[in-house]
């Protein structure tokens, strides 16, 4: 069935450590996946995208790699901050203006 | 920075009321979608709207909800007849074609 789904329930780092978040997606047919950031009481924030054409893109201290052939999805933040603590959530799409399917979630937590 | 506005933040409400969330998506987007959340849970799609009409909706979204965009800002989601486990956090989401923005959500509890 469609599924995203996320390895770890939480996350624990370093300060300035390099975090990796992952996550796996069941639905080959998915055209485009995102990656948000919630922060407790608010709404799912954009990080990065990547359609599937691409297997890696890079944003300002994020990486998102895409593995079609095992459907895996990270998100790689360097140099991770106590500001970048928050549930992690990726989202797979199958067409344009479709749903977003998310996954379970990661928790990041980041030690000062 | 353009942004997706819902209101009200919290409402309450008692079992078998009707509530309806209001949204103003971004002014030029083109797709309209509601999520929801429980507590602690991830979030999972409710419905999208499109031209004007529903363009696909999920199983939750069964008679007892429904969504209108009255005037060309607002998208509402109406709930009739509460029950205790349509307590969650309520997201609107709106795209132009790839990248869904969110509001910050209503948080309705009912009780």
């Known amino acids: 069935g469609e599924s995203v789904g996320l390895h770890l329930p939480t996350l624990s780092v370093q300060e300035g450590d390099n975090s990796i978040i992952n996550c796996a997606y069941s639905n080959s047919a998915s055209d485009y996946f995102i990656w948000y950031k919630q922060e407790s009481g608010k709404g799912p924030q954009f990080i990065i995208d990547i359609r599937s054409n691409m297997d890696k893109r890079q944003g300002q201290r994020v990486t998102v790699l895409l593995n079609k052939t095992v459907k895996h999805l990270s998100l790689q933040i360097a140099a991770t901050q106590p500001g970048d603590s928050a549930v992690y959530f990726c989202a797979e799409r199958h067409n344009q203006g479709g749903k977003l399917i998310f996954g379970q979630g990661t928790e990041l937590s980041v030690k000062p | ?111």
């Open chain 2, 1 to 111: 920075e353009p942004e997706v506005t819902q209101t009200p933040s919290h409402q309450v409400t008692q079992m078998g009321q009707e509530v309806i969330l209001h949204c103003v998506p971004i002014s030029n987007h083109l797709y309209f979608y509601w999520y929801r959340q429980i507590l602690g849970q991830k979030v999972e799609f409710l419905v999208s709207f499109y031209n004007n009409e529903i363009s696909e909706k999920s199983e939750i979204f069964d008679d007892q909800f429904s969504v209108e965009r009255p005037d060309g800002s607002n998208f509402t989601l109406k709930i009739r007849s509460t029950k205790l486990e349509d307590s969650a956090m309520y997201f609107c989401a709106s795209s132009w074609d790839t990248e869904a923005f969110f509001g910050q959500g209503t948080r309705l509890t009912v009780v």
